[in-house]
């Protein structure tokens, strides 16, 4: 009587299958750091504002603080879809409890009704940041 023996299994083939698509993988990984499809991630800037209506056609924004409020340049808004206006800054800079009285305006009314107020800083390294964006 002969015994056939068969060691084929299936083990060999899942492990090569498991080899091929790890090194895929890591290939991609690889590649997109070397080409920079990665990208980059950029930082937040942490200013506090707080923005209240006034009359029918003022808006009062105040600066409550934040980390990066010493490296605050600009301040900029924007209402609706007229372009970026600046804000004037005091002599010392922007400092916590410094409040400005900005003008909006809405097309089809004659209070701030539908106004959306835009806020826009510039900081010390180059960066721009919306730092309120409402509907009024």
Known sequence: MKIMKNDEAVSPVIGVILMVAI???????????????AGTTGSSKNVGITVAKSGETQFVVTIQGGTDLPQLNKLEYQTNTTGFHEITAPSGGWSVGITRTITGYNETAATNTGVRLILRGTFSDGSQQVLWDRQF
């Open 23 to 37: 090194t895929v993988i890591l290939a991609a990984v690889i590649a997109a750091f070397v080409f920079g499809l």
